[in-house]
Antibody, heavy 123, light 109 residues
C-alpha cells in the first residue's frame, strides 16, 4: 500500500521556525513529484508547495514564498517543509501529497494524501 | 490567478438520488480540473482528474464533465458514504498553479 505519514507539527510562536517531515512507503518515491497542501481550521484546501522528482524544481504559493522551503531526500523516501517566520495565518493541518504523474513527470494534481500534521502558530 | 467558485455551498439530496455539483473558473482552464472528496477527520481523496477521468478505485457512479469555465461532478444513486465535502481544483503545469474551490457540502436530505 502507498502510505504517506507526516510529522513535526507542534505549537510554535509567531516568528518561529519548524520543519515538517513526510515519510513515504509503498511506491518508488524518486519517480514522483510531491506537494504540501494545508487546511486551516474549518477552512478549505490551500496548495503550499511543489517539488519535482529530483528536487531540481520547486514552486511555492505566494503566501509562503520566501518563508518556506520544500526539499526531499530520495535515499530516505522522505519529503520536508522548512517553515520560517511563521505567522498566525500559517496555523493549519499540513498534508503531504503525491503528484498524480508517475515516471518522473508532474501534473499538479494529487493522487495520494497523508493524514496530515497540525501546526499551530500562537503566542 | 484563476478563481474556482463552487456551487451550491451546501446541497441536500436523498440517498438513491442524483447529485450535481458545479465549479466555475474565472477564466478558461482547458480540462485541468480535478475533484476531491473529504470526509470529517480524513484527508482528501482524489475522485476525478483531467475533468472526467476517474481515479483508481473510484466507483462508476462518480462522473466529471465540462470544459472551458464550467465543470460538473455528478454522483448517481447516492450512497450513505457519499455524503461529504467536495472540492474542485484547477491545476496548471506552467505557470505552476494550484487553486481549489471553496467546497460543496453534500448532506443527507
Amino acid at each position: 500500500d502507498v502510505v504517506l505519514v507526516e510529522s513535526g507539527g507542534v505549537v510554535v510562536q509567531p516568528g518561529g521556525s519548524l520543519r515538517l517531515s513526510c515519510a513515504t512507503s509503498g511506491f518508488s518515491f524518486d519517480d514522483y513529484a510531491m506537494h504540501w497542501v494545508r487546511q486551516a481550521p474549518g477552512k478549505g484546501l490551500e496548495w503550499v508547495s511543489f517539488i519535482s522528482w529530483d528536487g531540481g524544481r520547486t514552486y511555492y504559493a505566494d503566501s509562503v514564498k520566501g518563508r518556506f522551503t520544500i526539499s526531499r531526500d530520495n535515499s530516505k523516501n522522505s519529503l520536508y517543509l522548512q517553515m520560517n517566520s511563521l505567522r498566525d495565518e500559517d496555523t493549519a493541518l499540513y498534508y503531504c501529497a503525491r503528484d498524480g504523474c508517475s515516471s518522473r513527470c508532474n501534473l499538479f494534481y494529487m493522487d495520494v494524501w497523508g493524514k496530515g500534521t497540525t501546526v499551530t502558530v500562537s503566542s | 490567478e484563476t478563481v474556482m467558485t463552487q456551487s451550491p455551498a451546501t446541497l441536500s439530496v436523498s440517498p438513491g438520488e442524483r447529485a450535481t455539483l458545479s465549479c466555475r473558473a474565472s477564466q478558461s482552464v482547458s480540462t485541468n480540473v480535478a475533484w476531491y472528496q473529504q470526509k470529517p477527520g480524513q484527508a482528501p481523496r482524489l475522485l476525478i482528474y483531467a475533468t472526467s477521468a476517474r481515479a483508481t478505485g473510484v466507483p462508476a457512479r462518480f462522473s466529471g464533465s465540462g470544459s472551458g469555465t464550467e465543470f460538473t461532478l455528478a454522483i448517481s444513486s447516492l450512497q450513505s458514504e457519499d455524503f461529504a465535502l467536495y472540492y474542485c481544483q484547477h491545476y496548471n503545469i506552467w505557470p505552476p498553479r494550484n487553486t481549489f474551490g471553496q467546497g460543496t457540502r453534500l448532506e443527507i436530505k
